[in-house]
């Protein structure tokens, strides 16, 4: 069992398992994914629907035979069909990959082995994850795997259009490959579930069509057809606009959110200037801006998991982009240490930019950790911890004559 200050008691083994091996999935499918039906696009003489046809035939074929493989795993078992499903997913990849050699045979096999795949591995998944999750920690434990995945969502796509720009698509294939069968290994240590399945063929589309599940079944059609459009269609028309620039690509998607939240940056950078201009306490001024900073992280964690992974990489150019719709943070917390040093707050022997990149870096640092681990309830108390000790060590105690002088 496994015990986090941010879970109210003892982490189901069986969840931090299921947890693992599905992020490790993710990290794979996020290398791959946005660009497959690019991949697919350019092997399939260009022709974008076929790609649809690919992904249509798929999902269909999948909704049809799930009823009867269903009756195949209460023969398997659980835990069985999820490791089944690993290699079958290996496979899938590994035959999408030799599309290029005969496109017509390797793409139905991969379109095989991924319709297999997904029946072996999303009802066992979702029956082991109502077991082994419990009811007081269900909420934060959805919470870590969204913030996880959304983590990753960021940071593959942008991994895997730098190794197809620079390399190829194999590169990234052969990585996405030793990733899944990687997470087979978390599987491992799943305990055993005793659910079956006792509907029939006829029986499951039956309650499919019932009219008090017709609400749900319409919404979850359109949901479906609004992430087949983000799923298949934007990164091949993304990829067009870019004129096939895979870097390009694998950063626009982060691009797109960062101008979404523009605004309320820029707003929160105003009033962080508008109380520098009005020479108020520098101390007070860092306090904040750090608390506004945790209360956007709260309200926009996906776009602050960007904005970090932005901020910090080591890419120039990447850097240069994202700075398009950043606000300039670096100033205004310089002119923060200015004031502070013309009122003999800042210790003699700390510098104006160092003291500014410290803080600076210590704050995204902390966000980005917290956010990785899924603990955005986190970041605010940890981001004054964070503060504190940065007082603590670059502003001296004021003294009564400062006070006065104030």
Known sequence: ?????????????????????????????????????????????MRVDYVMLWYLAGHLAYSLILPVGIRFLNVIGLRRSLRLSVIL??????????????????ASLSAFFVVLARLFF????????????????????VGVIWATHSFLGIIMPLAAGLLIGYYNFTIVFILAVALYLASAIPFLFLPRTGEKFEW??????????????????????????????????????IWQILAGNYVAVGAVSSLIVLAGVQPALVELMDEIQAQIDAIIDPTEVLRN???????????????????????LTFDADRLALAMRYVPDMYG??????????????????????????????????VIRTNFATGRID????????????????AFAEKTDHQEETR
């Open 89 to 106: 997913d290996a496979l899938y990849l590994t035959t999408a990959l030799f599309i290029p050699r005969d496109p017509l045979l390797f």
């Open 1 to 45: 069992m496994f015990k986090l200050h941010y879970f109210n008691g003892t982490l189901n083994t069986g969840f931090v398992a299921l947890y693992t091996g599905r992020m490790i999935q993710l990290a794979s499918i996020g290398l791959i994914g946005l660009f497959l039906p690019v991949y697919l696009l350019i092997h399939f003489q």
């Open 200 to 237: 029939g063929y006829a029986e499951t589309f039956k309650n499919f069509f019932r009219k008090e599940n017709r609400p749900l079944v319409l919404s979850n059609l359109a949901n479906g057809a609004e992430n087949a459009v983000a799923l298949v269609i934007w990164p091949i028309f």
């Open 122 to 141: 999303w009802l066992p998944y979702h029956i082991d994850f109502a077991k082994m999750t419990d009811r007081s920690n269900r909420g934060k434990e």
């Open 378 to 393: 986190k970041v605010r108390p940890m981001l004054n911890v964070t503060l504190e000790i940065f007082l603590h060590g």
């Open 332 to 365: 205004p917390i310089r002119t923060v240490m200015t004031l502070a040093r013309a009122q003999g707050i800042l210790r003699p022997g700390t510098g104006l930019e160092p003291a500014t990149d410290f803080f600076l870096s210590s704050v995204l640092n």
């Open 289 to 311: 801006f750090s608390m506004k900073l945790a209360d956007f992280c709260t309200a926009n964690p996906e776009a602050s998991a960007i904005i970090v992974s932005e901020l």
